[in-house]
């Protein structure tokens, strides 16, 4: 089956569409992948609305029209890849997330608008039906991982670098009940939101890791960073924009330390906060051989040094080296997770997100 996956992160950087064909639940082939840039005004537009106090009819006319782009997104893919649109049977559609707490979740991006777009049936809406089973609603690629990961010799942590970096532990010969999985804290959120300021607005993140490479990473800084309760809650948990968003950049800027410092200093805590959660929560249950990289994360070479540093006895690999395109990981698995959901299902991990149970996730617009 010809599945399209539409991912829009926490970093608001444009909207992902992987195209994929799917024989069974571990039989995968992208055959398509793209990024489409938000037009000039929707990314502002969407800083506005997330976690803020809002006007409804701000929300309510950024809801189709995120409908309306991502429905254009999914055609400008197959048309730049040559793939005819009525080839691809079903889309995932993750949508944009506006808010996120323990006990409700908003993303926006309306499937039916989409779906009329496309003439495609869209499973969207995928986390409240484990919230509403007592779960937090994410992660829910841990569900993928698993399917893609899981090796019979091998104990691996895939890790994705996105806005927010998040992880699944899968030991060997694991069981899905035996999976560990949560957000370990922030990826490039803080970094780019930095780099914006640094730069004027001009750049949104730090393209090779060159401006983290011109500064210092500042020990007292990082350490009371670290100090942060979340990085001692124990899994399940997540975390996002509330934690790492505009108050957390103004508290970094208020030291009054050099850009250049805070930028480097930021980058090293999405390592850090990496390797701190798999001490405290993964290496007492199992052992790890290779940690895979995906996300934006794997082309910054300054933050892939980091954590070679901090996770020394740890092959470190990125998800190209096992076929799966880093940038297209999460499209990838909002894709399997429609393909999940079609099939009647669950693909929440209990284990992952404190659910009481697996579900069927998300709406089906037909």
Same mark, same amino acid.
């Given at each position: ?11 608001? /950087? ?6 994929? /064909? ?6 995968? #082939? ?94 969207? /809406? ?79 993140? /730090? ?111 990125? #998800? ?47």
């Amino acid at each position: 089956m010809r599945v399209a996956g539409i991912m829009s992160g926490t970093s608001l /950087d444009g909207i992902d569409v992987a195209i994929v /064909d799917i024989r069974g639940a571990r039989r995968i #082939s992208t055959v398509a992948f793209r990024t489409t840039p938000y037009p000039a005004g929707v990314r502002e537009a969407l800083l506005g609305v997330s976690n803020a106090q809002t006007h409804t009819r701000t929300i309510s006319r950024l809801n189709f029209q995120l409908g309306e782009l991502y429905a254009r997104a999914v055609r400008a893919t197959c048309e730049e890849s040559g793939i005819p649109l009525e080839t691809v049977k079903l889309i995932g559609c993750h949508g944009q997330t506006i808010y996120h707490e323990t006990a409700s979740t908003l993303q926006i991006g309306e499937a039916a608008v989409v779906a009329e777009r496309t003439g495609i049936p869209v499973v969207s /809406d995928f986390r409240t039906r484990d919230m509403a089973a007592g779960g937090r609603g994410a992660p829910l690629v841990p569900y993928v991982d698993y399917l893609l990961y899981r090796d019979r010799r091998l104990g691996r942590v895939a890790l994705n670098i996105g806005g927010i970096a998040n992880l699944t532990a899968i030991a060997a010969r694991a069981r899905r009940e035996d999976v560990i999985a949560f957000d370990t804290g922030p990826g490039n959120m803080v970094v780019d939101a930095l780099v914006e300021v640094y730069s004027g607005g001009k750049q949104r993140f /730090d393209r090779g890791g060159r401006i983290a490479r011109q500064g210092t990473v500042n020990p007292d800084l990082l350490r009371e960073l670290l100090r942060s309760s979340y990085y001692r809650a124990k899994p399940p948990k997540t975390t996002g924009r509330e934690q790492y968003g505009e108050a957390f950049v103004k508290r970094l800027l208020a030291t009054g330390l050099a850009m250049e410092d805070l930028i480097a200093t930021a980058t090293a805590l999405t390592a850090a906060a990496v390797a701190e959660g798999m001490d405290r929560f993964v290496r007492p249950r199992m052992k790890v051989d290779e940690l895979i990289v995906s996300g934006g994360g794997v082309h910054n070479p300054v933050m892939m040094g980091f954590l070679a540093a901090l996770i020394p006895d740890v092959a470190l690999a990125t #998800s190209s080296d096992l076929r799966i395109d880093p940038d297209g990981k999460e499209a990838i698995a909002f894709a399997l997770l429609a393909y999940e959901t079609w099939r009647r299902r669950a693909s929440n991990l209990p284990s992952a997100t404190g659910a009481r149970r697996a579900v069927i996730l998300g709406k089906i617009s037909p």
